[in-house]
């Protein structure tokens, strides 16, 4: 995958990651309007499940205000090599 520092994150909540993420490939080749569709934000390397979707949301707004170097350790712990993990969510 590429460099993190060059890669732009996305940071969103949904209830069904594998329609959000085919939602994000086809705008990137396709529509481009969407945040996701210009920047080509096309691959999972970080992700949480709540079970609430309230706490959800809380924490998407949380993550939305960190630092670039913040986000970036956060995907590093979780995902060291930022591999793609598109095909690992159900």
Same mark, same amino acid.
């Given at each position: 995958?590429? *460099? %993190?520092? &060059?890669?732009? !994150? /996305?940071?969103?909540?949904?209830?069904?990651? #594998? &329609? =959000?993420?085919? #939602?994000?490939?086809?705008?990137? #080749?396709?529509?481009?309007?969407?945040?996701?569709?210009?920047?080509?934000?096309? /691959? !999972?390397?970080?992700?949480?499940?709540?079970? *609430?979707?309230? %706490?959800?949301?809380?924490? %998407?707004?949380?993550?939305?205000?960190? =630092? =670039?170097?913040? @986000?970036?350790? !956060?995907? +590093? %712990?979780? *995902?060291? @090599?930022?591999? +793609? !993990?598109? *095909? #690992?969510?159900?």
């Amino acid at each position: 995958m590429a *460099n %993190e520092y &060059r890669t732009t !994150l /996305y940071i969103g909540m949904t209830n069904n990651i #594998q &329609r =959000r993420i085919a #939602q994000h490939y086809f705008d990137s #080749q396709n529509v481009k309007k969407s945040f996701a569709g210009k920047y080509n934000c096309i /691959y !999972l390397v970080y992700y949480v499940c709540y079970d *609430n979707p309230k %706490e959800a949301i809380a924490k %998407e707004k949380e993550l939305k205000k960190w =630092r =670039r170097d913040k @986000k970036n350790i !956060l995907i +590093s %712990e979780f *995902n060291p @090599k930022w591999e +793609s !993990l598109n *095909n #690992q969510v159900v």
